[in-house]
Structure formats: C-alpha cells, structure tokens
C-alpha cells in the first residue's frame, strides 16, 4: 500500500473503526521482524494521537479493525472481545461447494510459534459458516473437469487464531490464497489466471457494545477493488457488502437508525 493512511470507517472520542488492507500487521511481533509498517503506527500518525488494539486481524486478512483511543476504553473494549460479546462477519471465498448452513465446532490447538503445536491444549473453537453463492468455470484444474468456489459467510463464536481458516479447511472447503492451509494449485490460479494473489477472506461486519453512548454499534465494512471485481466477474454483486454504520439502542431489538457513510 503505497498510500501511508488508512480509510476510516468510523471515529468518535472514543474508538475509531479502520480498513485493514491486506498484509498489513496490526501490530509489531516478534514473528515479523523485518517488517516496517504496521496499522496501529499509521493510524497513530495519521490522526496525532495514540491509539489502542482491542483485537486482532491476521495479517493476510483484509477489513474491519478497531482501536481504542484511551486505555480504559481499551479495556472495556477488550473484555467484550473476551467475554464473546462482539459480533463478527466475515466473507470467504473457498474451493467447492460449501455447506448451505453449518456449525462448525472443532477444538483448535494454538500456534503461537513457540512451542509444536501438538503440545499445545485444544481449545473449544466454533464457526458458523452459510453458503451464499457458487460459481462453476469450465476450466479444468487439479483431476476435476470443471472448477467449483463458493462464496462464504462465515461467523466465528470463539477467537481462535486463524480460526475461519483452519475451520474450513478441516471441513474440505479451504479458503482461496491461503497458503498455510489452503489448496496450491487452487491458488495459483487465482495469482495467474484472475490476478488475485491475496487471501480471499475479508472481516465486512462487526457489533460492539459502547459503554458510553450504552449502544450497539453495528459496522459494515466493503471490500477491496480487487476482490469486488472478483465478486462482479463471479456473479455475486449481489452480496458486495458496504461501508455502514447504525446504532442499536440495546442489545436486542431493533436499530435506531442506518445509513451509509465512510467515516462518522
């Protein structure tokens, strides 16, 4: 991204909602050393001011992030992440046709890096996953006469780290452009013959809490140019998802209000 800011979704004096490109970090890690730029530096010097992570996007995950602007928010923020409070939607474009509705609940072991992951505890790990569309191309890849993709939703109930991934994966539909537990052949295609090289799963929807307007905040986030000429060339237009934001008065019922709009 050549570009040293980030769009925003929505800011008050409390948080700010941002587009994560994909590739970006959110923040510095120690498994990333070489890397220069990172979402929470550009943001901090774009808008003057520290900001707070309260969550997390993997780094070849595209869309919706939050930051906090003050510690305490950042706390209360963060607990509702823990306590899995916070709504969160994602898009996926996978291999095959996917599941029409399912609840994925598949224990995960963490991959911090530090230890094999067959000494780690799994951990419980659910996804709701929902197919809302499907292609066939009549081009022949891997042993199938025809290529098959689905277009995913995909709602993950627990934060497990590459949860989404993983997930579908296990279940035979990996994600496009997934290089650590995707499909090789599936994903060079997409880099050589549709000139997407990039992990074709963006977070388009998150709901929060605010402990200070006492409000759901609903956010809608669209996706990258690349990956809605993706959707229009694949006949799913239908569901590229937009920049919105609306409040819910309580944590149930219905919303006060909704309207488009790029920063708030």
């Known amino acids: 991204m050549k570009d040293e800011s980030l769009t925003v979704l929505f800011q008050d004096e409390y948080l700010v909602a941002v587009y994560k490109p994909s590739g970006l970090l959110v923040h510095r890690t120690a498994l990333a050393r070489g890397e220069t730029r990172f979402a929470l530096q550009i943001l901090r010097d774009q808008l003057g001011q520290r900001v707070y992570p309260v969550h997390r996007l993997d780094r070849p995950t595209s869309g919706l992030l939050l930051f906090a602007l003050s510690p305490g928010m950042a706390s209360q923020l963060a607990a509702e992440f823990s306590a899995q409070r916070v709504q969160k939607r994602y898009l996926a474009v996978v291999r095959g046709i996917g599941p029409g509705q399912e609840r994925i609940d598949w224990p995960l072991r963490e991959e911090d890096g530090h230890r094999p992951k067959a000494e780690m505890p799994a951990q419980p790990a659910c996804t709701e996953v929902r ?32 949860q989404i991934r993983r997930h579908l994966s296990r279940r035979g539909y990996p994600i496009i452009g997934d290089a650590k537990h995707g499909k090789g052949v599936h994903n060079r ?10 992990l074709l799963l963006a977070a388009v929807g998150l709901s929060i809490w605010h402990p200070e307007h006492q409000a759901v905040l609903h956010l809608s986030s669209a996706l990258d140019i690349g990956m809605g000429r993706l959707f229009d060339r694949f006949g799913w237009s239908g569901h590229l998802p937009e920049n919105i934001v609306h409040w819910q008065e309580a944590r149930s019922g219905p919303s006060s209000s909704s309207s488009p709009t790029a920063h708030s």
């Open 189 to 198: 295609f997409f880099r050589e013959r549709l000139d997407h090289p990039h």
């Open 131 to 162: 197919r809302l569309d499907s292609v066939e191309l009549p081009i022949p890849i891997d042993r199938y006469p025809q290529a098959r993709y689905s277009l995913m939703e995909a709602r993950p109930l627990t934060g497990r780290r590459h």
